[in-house]
T-cell receptor, first 107, second 115 residues
């Protein structure tokens, strides 16, 4: 079935380093959403991308939607310990989540 | 006030038992979901309800039966629990009518452990 593949599965960084997670689909996506789940918590919506080539920023977070609308990325600049958690991409209308990227940040 | 609430937060039970998880949302949303998150943190949709009607029923054993008494509530009953049912179950809700352009609001989750 239709899937969104997310890589990497795990990422360990030193505080202050950058972090990127990628979401890829074999088919064109109508939109993509990103969620963050803190350890022991529940997924919380971060942002939605709809347009081809769209780039959105939230402070240190930069979200991109590919020109072909088949891939997306989330980039965090200068990670902090508060960034710890699992980041999921979600194919909005299909209720399909990527496998998630678990980010750990070493102080 | 909590937007999406679930009870109980933790549930530990023996194999073969029957248990229920309750979910309520006070956001006025028409659509509610149940997700299962396994030990590898993979989030998988189980059911989707719109205004008390079942919309999506993924490949889930028929031991799982959702019930929606009204559009603010979506409960999940599980019969004959098995070890593999151990997971975190999340309820979520979202408005209907905006297509797929609305965010989902998740409940805090219910951690089910089957012994």
């Amino acid at each position: 079935g239709q899937q969104v593949m997310q890589i990497p599965q795990y990422q360990h960084v030193q505080e202050g380093e950058d972090f990127t997670t990628y979401c890829n689909s074999s088919t064109t996506l109508s939109n993509i959403q990103w969620y963050k789940q803190r350890p022991g918590g529940h997924p919380v919506f971060l942002i939605q991308l709809v347009k081809s080539g769209e780039v959105k920023k939230q402070k240190r977070l930069t979200f991109q939607f590919g020109e072909a609308k088949k891939n997306s990325s989330l980039h965090i600049t200068a990670t902090q310990t508060t960034d710890v958690g699992t980041y999921y991409c979600n194919q909005g209308g299909k209720l399909i989540f990527g496998q998630g990227t678990e980010l750990s940040v070493k102080p | 006030d909590t937007a999406v609430s679930q009870t109980p937060k933790y549930l530990v039970t023996q194999m073969g038992n029957d248990k229920s998880i309750k979910c309520e949302q006070n956001l006025g949303h028409d659509t509610m979901y149940w997700y299962k998150q396994d030990s590898k943190k993979f989030l998988k949709i189980m059911f989707s309800y719109n205004n008390k009607e079942l919309i999506i029923n993924e490949t889930v054993p028929n031991r799982f039966s959702p019930k929606s008494p009204d559009k603010a509530h979506l409960n999940l009953h599980i019969n004959s629990l098995e070890l593999g049912d151990s997971a975190v179950y999340f309820c979520a809700s979202r408005p209907w009518g905006a297509g797929d352009l609305d965010e989902q609001f998740f409940g805090p989750g219910t951690r089910l452990t089957v012994l």
